[in-house]
């Protein structure tokens, strides 16, 4: 059909409005200071001491620290309890997705709820901050672009621990295990570990995510006769364990106890007198250096608590400080999971509780970790004083080689 003159001119305007309607989106974009990131974590059950409230409260820190506020930026900060169940904490995350606008989960304590989480992020192209999570499976097999683990993670922790306890005569182990993800892939992490630094694994046991009673699992480490008993669970499954190991004379007995994962919140809520010797890997304490001791005695005035920070509270500060700074560098809010993240991993990391660190084509944060060693009573000088130094862990050794990485987004 031959286009008349005046075909012609309503097809300029109309072609011109698309493309007016687009610059305007375009700019529109570029300009969009508007932010909401949901805390999604444990509020009430076994890990909310190591997160919960503590970690909205840090979040919040990271936010007015970030001086994006003062800029102008809209920046809202939702919570949610997950209840440690994949099915709700998927939910939550659909539902914050689609109808509040979400643009960041951050946190996510419990490795099964982080995995189902880091799936659906994925689909809907938001992000997923994770700090709480451990299993190494975040940046291996299950690596995202729209995924990052900012804090640690099942290698670091067997090759801290695991490592320097057979190094140190502790060559045969038996596991209690957390039946799910995380303990499942710590024990696996530190299995590896032990055999390759010459040691032997001669069992294992799983029980219950909240379990109360560890006397059955208890009597079977015991009766194994394992010069270490490995700890593959978090929170208040490891205070339990402890408490118990503690009543059946375990210690005592000869065998060690491995804290596989402990946090500050943890040691605080067993004592001195019942945590004394504990050794652990960690890659933040609040005790640290200078940087370290300003920033937790400002948490905790603003802990629900008036707790100091654990491991994950800290990493939740410092990832969301990354993840605005990668705005702020985009100019605005494009609402695009893959693009920030990939933007996060494109300017360096600096930050005062961490340091500096590049965060991996694979999502993970390159950082040191330390080996500490839990006080005696008489050894700690002032409160919170609870942890002594070891052995400072390289970032290169605290995360799993590149080149041995599983993870589809790692060029080889």
């Given at each position: 059909?031959?286009?008349?003159?005046?075909?012609?001119?309503?097809?300029?305007?109309?072609?011109?409005g698309?493309?007016?309607?687009?610059?305007?989106?375009?700019?529109?974009?570029?300009?969009?200071?508007?932010?909401?990131?949901?805390?999604l974590?444990?509020m009430s059950?076994?890990?909310?001491?190591?997160g919960?409230?503590n970690?909205?409260?840090?979040?919040?820190?990271?936010?007015?620290?970030?001086?994006?506020?003062?800029?102008?930026?809209n920046i809202?900060?939702?919570?949610?309890?997950?209840?440690?169940?994949?099915?709700?904490?998927?939910?939550?995350?659909?539902?914050w997705?689609d109808?509040?606008?979400v643009?960041?989960?951050?946190d996510?304590?419990?490795?099964?709820?982080a995995?189902?989480?880091?799936?659906?992020?994925r689909?809907?192209?938001?992000?997923?901050?994770n700090?709480g999570?451990?299993?190494?499976?975040l940046?291996?097999?299950?690596?995202?672009?729209?995924?990052?683990?900012?804090?640690?993670?099942t290698?670091?922790l067997a090759?801290?621990?695991?490592?320097?306890?057979?190094?140190a005569?502790?060559?045969?182990?038996f596991f209690?295990?957390?039946?799910?993800?995380?303990?499942?892939?710590?024990?696996?992490?530190?299995?590896a570990?032990?055999?390759?630094?010459?040691?032997?694994?001669?069992?294992?046991?799983?029980?219950?995510?909240?379990?109360?009673?560890?006397?059955?699992?208890?009597?079977?480490?015991q009766?194994?006769?394992?010069?270490?008993?490995?700890?593959?669970?978090?929170g208040?499954?490891?205070?339990?364990?402890?408490?118990?190991?503690?009543?059946?004379?375990?210690?005592?007995?000869?065998?060690?106890?491995?804290?596989?994962?402990?946090?500050?919140?943890?040691v605080?809520?067993?004592?001195?007198?019942?945590?004394?010797?504990?050794?652990?890997?960690?890659?933040?304490y609040?005790?640290?250096?200078?940087?370290?001791?300003?920033?937790?005695?400002?948490?905790?005035?603003?802990s629900?608590?008036?707790?100091?920070?654990?491991m994950?509270?800290?990493?939740?500060?410092?990832?969301?400080?990354?993840?605005?700074?990668?705005?702020?560098a985009?100019?605005?809010?494009?609402?695009?999971g893959?693009?920030?993240?990939?933007?996060?991993?494109?300017?360096?990391?600096?930050?005062?509780?961490?340091?500096?660190?590049?965060?991996?084509?694979?999502?993970?944060?390159?950082?040191?970790a330390?080996?500490?060693?839990?006080?005696k009573?008489?050894?700690?000088k002032?409160?919170?004083?609870y942890?002594k130094?070891?052995?400072?862990?390289?970032?290169?050794?605290?995360?799993k080689?590149?080149?041995?990485?599983?993870?589809?987004?790692?060029?080889?």
């Amino acid at each position: 059909m031959r286009m008349t003159p005046t075909r012609r001119a309503a097809a300029f305007i109309a072609f011109a409005g698309l493309t007016f309607g687009f610059g305007l989106a375009t700019s529109a974009c570029a300009d969009d200071k508007n932010v909401n990131i949901g805390v999604l974590n444990d509020m009430s059950s076994l890990y909310a001491d190591i997160g919960g409230p503590n970690s909205v409260a840090a979040i919040k820190m990271a936010v007015e620290d970030s001086g994006l506020p003062a800029k102008g930026w809209n920046i809202d900060v939702l919570s949610g309890d997950h209840q440690n169940k994949p099915d709700v904490g998927v939910n939550i995350t659909r539902s914050w997705i689609d109808n509040d606008k979400v643009d960041a989960i951050a946190d996510t304590p419990n490795s099964g709820v982080a995995l189902a989480v880091s799936n659906v992020v994925r689909e809907k192209n938001a992000i997923l901050l994770n700090s709480g999570a451990a299993t190494a499976d975040l940046t291996g097999k299950a690596c995202s672009p729209n995924t990052i683990s900012y804090t640690y993670d099942t290698y670091m922790l067997a090759n801290g621990t695991g490592k320097a306890l057979t190094k140190a005569g502790g060559d045969s182990w038996f596991f209690l295990t957390a039946d799910y993800a995380f303990g499942q892939a710590l024990e696996r992490d530190t299995s590896a570990v032990v055999t390759a630094n010459g040691g032997k694994v001669l069992g294992g046991v799983r029980h219950p995510l909240n379990t109360s009673d560890f006397s059955s699992f208890l009597l079977q480490a015991q009766s194994s006769k394992a010069k270490v008993i490995g700890l593959a669970n978090a929170g208040g499954d490891t205070t339990n364990a402890i408490k118990q190991a503690s009543e059946f004379g375990i210690v005592s007995g000869g065998q060690k106890i491995a804290a596989l994962l402990l946090f500050i919140n943890d040691v605080h809520a067993l004592g001195l007198k019942t945590a004394q010797g504990l050794t652990f890997t960690e890659s933040f304490y609040w005790d640290l250096n200078d940087k370290t001791r300003e920033w937790s005695k400002r948490f905790q005035k603003v802990s629900p608590k008036g707790t100091m920070p654990s491991m994950t509270v800290a990493g939740n500060y410092a990832a969301v400080l990354h993840y605005l700074k990668a705005l702020e560098a985009l100019g605005g809010n494009p609402h695009d999971g893959a693009k920030v993240v990939a933007k996060m991993k494109e300017i360096p990391t600096d930050d005062p509780l961490f340091g500096k660190g590049p965060l991996r084509a694979d999502g993970r944060r390159i950082i040191p970790a330390y080996l500490f060693e839990v006080k005696k009573p008489e050894e700690s000088k002032y409160p919170w004083d609870y942890y002594k130094l070891v052995a400072t862990i390289s970032p290169e050794d605290a995360a799993k080689p590149l080149e041995a990485s599983e993870c589809p987004l790692v060029k080889k």
